[in-house]
């Protein structure tokens, strides 16, 4: 399956975001600003060579994701259910967008995902 099929949220699309806290312990499903399904969902890790925190965000339903990275909030813990992961398997992960969503919308279906927001 190719990954040409996905295509970035567009930054007026990101924009209607705002309202969408990402720090909640109750993180779930959002709106998806593109097809309008609760389908977006949010995936984010500590990067193991900056400690910034990194965020992917995905729609399963019409394929628009976005991803950013920044300073971790110093409130919450954000953990991450894919820490223990090897390095290597995880930057295998990141080949293409159909490895990395696929795996993450698994994790979701597990329930492994949305991951848990503590305050700190
Ligand atoms: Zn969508």
């Not at 159909?98 to 503590?118: A, K, M, N, S, V």
């Amino acid at each position: 399956m190719s990954s040409n099929r996905w295509r970035g949220y567009s930054s007026d699309e990101i924009a209607t975001l705002s309202d969408w806290d990402i720090f909640s312990p109750a993180l779930c499903e959002h709106r998806c600003p593109h097809c309008s399904r609760i389908m977006l969902r949010i995936y984010m890790y500590t990067s193991r060579l900056t400690g910034d925190l990194s965020t992917q965000i995905w729609c399963s339903n019409c394929h628009s994701y976005s991803g950013w990275t920044g300073p971790a909030p110093d409130d919450v813990i954000v953990h991450d259910p894919l820490a223990q992961l090897p390095a290597e398997e995880f930057d295998a992960l990141n080949k293409d967008e159909d490895t990395l969503f696929g795996y993450l919308d698994r994790l979701w279906e597990q329930g492994t995902l949305p991951q848990r927001i503590t305050p700190r």
